[in-house]
């Protein structure tokens, strides 16, 4: 079993930057994809960014393309999300999300991932 935490949200002004970070608990991390998601109020939960076991793949959703980046430290236990040239509509309730699976398919799914964090607000004011 996995637990995740993450940490590093906050208010931010249009432009600026916030990492995200999302520790993970357990000895396999390494053999898990891992997935940022986002829920603003009112929406439905939405992918951000996934990046599979081995770090050697990543996707993103097309809003974010060139501002964010993912990347995991395996040795850590420890995946983040690079948040840069933020806008308001980037305003959401940011979750990490784990599941076991070692291809190299990055996962972009929320119904793939069984492990999820308590979630961090990120919110950025115009």
């Known amino acids: 079993q996995v637990q995740l935490v993450e940490s590093g949200g906050g208010l931010v002004q249009a432009g600026d930057s916030l990492r995200l970070s999302c520790a993970a608990s357990?000895?396999?991390?390494?053999?898990?994809?891992m997935g940022w998601f986002r829920q603003a109020p009112g929406k439905e939960r939405e992918f951000v960014a996934a990046?599979?076991?081995?770090?050697?793949?990543?996707t993103y959703v097309d809003s974010v393309k060139g501002r964010f980046t993912i990347s995991r430290d395996n040795a850590k236990n420890m995946v983040y999300l690079q948040m840069n040239s933020l806008k308001p509509e980037d305003t959401a309730v940011y979750y990490c999300?784990?599941?076991?699976?070692?291809?190299?398919?990055?996962?972009?799914?929320?119904?793939?991932?069984?492990?999820w964090g308590q979630g961090t607000q990120v919110t950025v004011s115009s």
């Open positions: 990046i599979n076991w081995r770090g050697a793949g990543t």
């Open positions: 357990g000895r396999t991390f390494s053999s898990y994809a």
């Open positions: 999300a784990a599941d076991w699976f070692k291809g190299d398919v990055v996962r972009t799914r929320g119904t793939f991932y069984g492990y």
